[in-house]
C-alpha cells in the first residue's frame, strides 16, 4: 500500500513559478514508478512528468523546458518545479505511483495504481 500526499499548489501570475512536492509512504521498501499528472475539469487525466525507479524521466512537450522532476535521494518525496508558467498549465496535479514496471517512465494515467488528492494550480494571464 502506498498513501500519496500532494503540497505546494496555488495562484501565481503567468510567468511565475511553483514548486510541488508529493510525499510518498509505504508498508514495504519497494520502488516506485512515479508521476505528475494534471487535470482541467472533466477533461482527461494527462501526463506532465515522469520518473522510472532508475531515473529515466519523460516530460510532456507541453512543459519541456520549463517543468522538472525530480525526487530526494530516499525516494520518499517526489518534487515538480514549474518554471514560466502558463495560463494553460492551470489544473489540478496529482501524483501517482505504481510498483516499478521495469518498463521506462510511465506517461498514461491507466498505468498507475495509486493516486494523491490533488493540488490546484491556477495560473492567470
Known amino acids: 500500500q502506498v498513501q500519496l500526499q500532494e503540497s505546494g499548489g496555488g495562484s501565481v501570475q503567468s510567468g511565475g513559478s511553483l514548486r510541488l512536492s508529493c510525499a510518498a509512504s509505504?508498508?514495504?521498501?519497494?520502488?516506485?514508478?512515479m508521476g505528475w499528472f494534471r487535470q482541467v475539469s472533466s477533461k482527461e487525466r494527462e501526463g506532465v512528468a515522469s520518473?522510472?525507479?532508475?531515473?529515466?524521466?519523460w516530460y510532456a512537450d507541453s512543459v519541456k523546458g520549463r517543468f522538472t522532476i525530480s525526487q530526494d535521494g530516499a525516494k520518499n518525496t517526489l518534487y515538480l518545479e514549474m518554471n514560466s508558467l502558463k495560463p494553460e498549465d492551470t489544473g489540478m496535479y496529482y501524483c501517482?505511483?505504481?510498483?516499478?514496471?521495469?518498463?521506462?517512465?510511465?506517461?498514461?494515467?491507466?498505468?498507475?495504481?495509486?493516486w494523491g488528492q490533488g493540488t490546484q494550480v491556477t495560473v492567470s494571464s
Open positions: 501517482a505511483a505504481v510498483p516499478e514496471k521495469w518498463i521506462g517512465p510511465l506517461i498514461t494515467w491507466w498505468e498507475y495504481t495509486y
Open positions: 509505504r508498508n514495504r521498501s519497494s520502488e516506485l514508478d
Open positions: 520518473i522510472d525507479s532508475d531515473g529515466v524521466i
